[in-house]
């Protein structure tokens, strides 16, 4: 077995994303001669088994879930493979806003109301740009509760009033556990590693969406239609007995260890029940140990060969590729290269 390269253009309609930019396409995708003329994309899903949005190996047809299932104690390790009936719960995406996203909140996986194809949500965001003054909404301001925002949206008011805003730099790490309200501002681009349980959809409440409407292409209209909210449920699975303020955006951010220096840095910046994303940067070349399951790579800026078992891949800014289990030990050799590394997560590491 050997390293495989996806194909960079698993891009979500701009219906779907209305709030999407530019960024995706003109800057970390603009060498890869996509083709596409659609300039707008809001969400690049780079590695992904959900139905909706399959990634696709780059040689071939096949869906990374239809290559995983053929073999999948290879790809994902025992542990994996067993936890999750042979398939990956990873989901791992681009996003760029070019407008606040809706104000939302996402239940917690095995959620008795959750249909038997949805899943729960736990994510990570790993800011890669920010315009000046840019930032995320995260958590109720302190002091608010449920009846609050209740109120606040039955008036159609400003609730993002009710939420922290934090202003945002390259390079920052955040976690979003179930039940947490937040949603992405605007002029922020990102890396979005997620939990989503395989076969099934991750499902997002939203309570809010800034009182847009919408034409049918997803282009601001006031005399259009709304997007479909969810009070009811974005209120019934908000955790409002955890923290408010500053409290709350705290235990957003991960403590971040450094795993190794050298010519190339590596980090942890996520270590979770969930998943693990590690951030491999630098000039030079890195060896990782075999960590049990399959690293999904995301570049992100430069380039990097990525080698293992029986060959290789050259993984250019704006591609992803996966790294079965059994190929043992992987090494990575980065030219000027940034890369987002997602696993799940093993023994409890």
Not at 60 to 82: F, M, N, R
Not at 138 to 155: H, K, P, S, T, Y
Not at 195 to 219: E, S
Request: net charge negative; hydrophobic share 40%; glycine share 12%.
């Amino acid at each position: 077995m050997k390293p495989f390269l996806l194909r960079a253009d698993n891009f979500t309609p701009p219906t779907r994303t209305p709030w999407g930019g530019r960024k995706i396409l003109s800057r970390y995708k603009a060498g890869l001669g996509l083709g596409v003329a659609e300039p707008v994309v809001g969400e690049s899903w780079e590695v992904s088994v959900e139905p909706d949005f399959p990634s696709r190996m780059q040689q071939g047809d096949a869906t990374l879930s239809e290559t995983i299932a053929a073999s999948p104690v290879d790809w994902l390790g025992a542990e994996v493979a067993g936890q999750y009936d042979g398939q990956t719960p990873l989901l791992v995406k681009l996003l760029d806003s070019e407008d606040n996203l809706s104000v939302q909140v996402h239940p917690a996986d095995g959620d008795p109301a959750l249909g038997s194809a949805e899943s729960g949500k736990p994510e990570s965001w790993l800011v890669l740009e920010a315009d000046p003054g840019a930032g995320l909404y995260l958590g109720f301001r302190d002091g608010v509760v449920r009846q609050d925002v209740e109120q606040c949206i039955a008036d159609n008011g400003p609730t993002d009033e009710l939420l922290n805003f934090v202003e945002v730099v390259p390079g920052d790490v955040y976690v979003i556990q179930a039940g947490s309200a937040h949603a992405i501002g605007r002029g922020v681009t990102l890396v979005e590693p997620q939990f989503v349980a395989p076969g099934r959809r991750g499902i997002t409440y939203r309570y809010w969406d800034w009182n847009r409407r919408y034409d049918a292409l997803g282009h601001l209209d006031p005399a259009g239609e709304p997007r479909a909210l969810h009070l009811a449920r974005s209120l019934e699975v908000t955790d409002w007995d955890g923290p408010r303020g500053a409290a709350f955006v705290a235990q957003c951010r991960p403590e971040i260890p450094v795993l190794s220096t050298g010519d190339v840095t590596r980090r942890r910046l996520v270590g979770w029940p969930w998943f693990v994303v590690e951030e491999w940067l630098g000039e030079g070349e890195l060896v990782v140990d075999p960590p049990g399951t399959m690293w999904a790579i995301t570049c992100v800026a430069g380039r990097a060969v990525v080698s293992a078992g029986e060959g290789e891949v050259l993984v250019r800014c704006g591609e992803s590729c996966v790294v079965p289990a059994a190929v043992g030990a992987v090494k990575a050799r980065l030219e000027g290269g940034r890369l987002i590394t997602t696993r799940s997560t093993v023994g409890g590491a």
